[in-house]
Nanobody, 126 residues
Framework: QVQLEESGGDSVQAGGSLRLSCSVSGLISSAFIGWFRQRPGSEREAVAAINTAGATIYYNPAMKGRFRVSQDKDRNMVYLLQLNNLEPEDTAMYYC???????????????????WGQGTQVTVSS
């Protein structure tokens, strides 16, 4: 059974930083690990994705530069999303999800991600 668990969400002031973690268990093949967020009143949107080997990375262009996805070098099957220079508009529930192969289509297609975590809340105040 594939499970994903996010952690690291918190309340911060604008300009602050957070590091989110996604711990993955039960995967028996390679996959893409995607980060998504859902702001109040909005659709869930793709933030970034990384393959389980850590070799291929994609970003939503609107967030590249402030956000960085990586594989945790110290913990197996843990993936990180570093959020820098946070803005109130970044307030959202952040989710990680796993997309097994095949990988046809855009990395950002929400429906291609089969397994989802419960989310971690990020709140940014001005």
């Amino acid at each position: 059974q594939v499970q994903l668990e996010e952690s690291g969400g918190d309340s911060v002031q604008a300009g602050g930083s957070l590091r989110l973690s996604c711990s993955v268990s039960g995967l028996i093949s390679s996959a893409f690990i995607g980060w998504f967020r859902q702001r109040p009143g909005s659709e869930r949107e793709a933030v970034a994705a990384i393959n389980t080997a850590g070799a291929t990375i994609y970003y939503n262009p609107a967030m590249k530069g402030r956000f960085r996805v990586s594989q945790d070098k110290d913990r197996n099957m843990v993936y990180l999303l570093q959020l820098n220079n946070l803005e109130p508009e970044d307030t959202a529930m952040y989710y990680c999800a796993a997309r097994p192969p095949p990988y046809g289509g855009s990395w950002a297609l929400r429906e291609k991600y089969v397994y989802w975590g419960q989310g971690t809340q990020v709140t940014v105040s001005s």
